[in-house]
């Protein structure tokens, strides 16, 4: 199974101030043929089900805002919010989407400071 | 507008069954590949299984291969999750989510439905 590490656990930003979550794959998630990352990242607010914010590492769903983006390729990716606003507080999570079983990530907490 | 409203979730005991189901609604639903997804109570999110558009696939986390079954009913516009042998560790809410591009990731996501099992 490939495993998916995230770091930190939690982080507290300013409001307007960028945060930055990190997600590692214990082995590629890159497909050769096609050269795609099989990685998305997820947003959960309390109470709620999760909601896809990026696919493919770095294609934003729709509706989407652009402060959410995604980068990275391989093992190591990154879910940037560049300028955090309230509505943003909320459990991140990376899943990926290379090999089955699907797995997510232990999740990322971010909270305003 | 799509939805997904899950269903059957309770109190079972260890060792008992529970059926999930899933209704669709807003989307083609017979044009989705579909999954469950569960969330134990204040963990993570733990992928469980996957049907094709068709049911002609399906695919399961080793842990509950052999006693969770994934079907589903395009005429009923339904996903559908039977657990047998539950455990306690099986305690978790457990999400209904479409999937886009063959049972990669999911696009839309169910309320969910909390099991419990506890004697």
């Known amino acids: 199974d490939i495993v998916m590490t995230q770091s930190p656990d939690s982080l507290a930003v300013s409001l307007g101030e960028r945060a930055t979550i990190n997600c590692k794959s214990s082995?590629?998630?890159?497909?050769?043929?096609?050269?795609?990352?099989?990685l998305a990242w997820y947003q959960q607010k309390s109470g709620q089900p999760p909601k896809l914010l990026i696919y493919?590492?770095?294609t934003r769903e729709s509706g989407v805002p652009d402060r959410f983006s995604g980068s990275g390729s391989g093992t190591d990716f990154t879910l940037t919010i560049s300028s955090l606003q309230a509505e943003d507080v909320a459990v991140y999570y990376c899943q990926q989407y290379y090999g089955s079983p699907l797995t997510f990530g232990g999740g990322t907490k971010v909270e305003i400071k | 507008e799509v939805q997904l409203v899950e269903s059957g979730g309770g109190l079972v005991q260890p060792g008992g069954s529970l059926r999930l189901s899933c209704a669709a609604a807003?989307?083609?639903?017979?044009?989705?590949?579909m999954g469950w997804v569960r969330q134990a109570p204040g963990k993570g999110l733990e992928w469980m299984a996957n049907i094709r558009e068709d049911g002609s696939e399906k695919f399961y986390v080793d842990s509950v291969k052999g006693r969770f079954t994934i079907s589903r009913d395009n005429a009923k516009q339904s996903l559908y999750l039977q657990m047998n042998s539950l455990r306690a560790e099986d305690t978790a809410v457990y999400y209904c989510?479409?999937?886009?591009?063959?049972?990669?990731?999911?696009?839309?996501w169910g309320q969910g439905t909390l099991v419990t099992v506890s004697s």
């Open positions: 493919w590492a770095s």
């Open positions: 082995q590629t998630v890159l497909y050769s043929s096609n050269n795609k990352n099989y």
């Open positions: 989510a479409r999937s886009q591009t063959g049972g990669r990731y999911y696009d839309f």
């Open positions: 807003g989307f083609s639903f017979s044009s989705f590949w």
